[in-house]
């Protein structure tokens, strides 16, 4: 018999289109262009769609930090755009974190783990 991991099992399912999760007539995020970050040294990609903006911050390495907003400045909980947005910006198989922050330390953020960092942990 032939093991296959949980990973190996998702990407089955999305080739076969057996995968629920997926938001019928998602709009790829695209990408509108890089400008410099205001608030440190590195620079900024920004990404749109009809729904959502996204700023992904490029000077914090390993980790990919993106800063998401929906254009009609309603709140965001829905967990399948926010991972289409994950996958759409830095690829299906790339984990992203989501914090729960004390008040005094609220931010709109998701941190996705770059492929370096990524690549020695095992998601079996």
Known sequence: M??????QKRKLQREMGNNKWYVK???VMKFIGTENDA????????YAN????CIKRNNEPPVMRLS????DIALIHNWQHLQHIKN???GDEYEAIGIYPP??????????????????????
């Open 2 to 7: 032939i093991k296959v991991s949980s990973q």
């Open 25 to 27: 007539d998602w709009q």
């Open 39 to 46: 608030t440190s040294t590195g620079t900024i990609d920004i």
């Open 50 to 53: 009809n729904m959502y903006s």
């Open 68 to 71: 998401i907003k929906r254009n």
């Open 88 to 90: 759409d910006i830095c």
């Open 103 to 124: 008040i005094s330390r609220i931010l709109d953020h998701m941190w996705v783990l770059s492929e370096v960092e990524y690549a020695g942990i095992s998601v079996n």
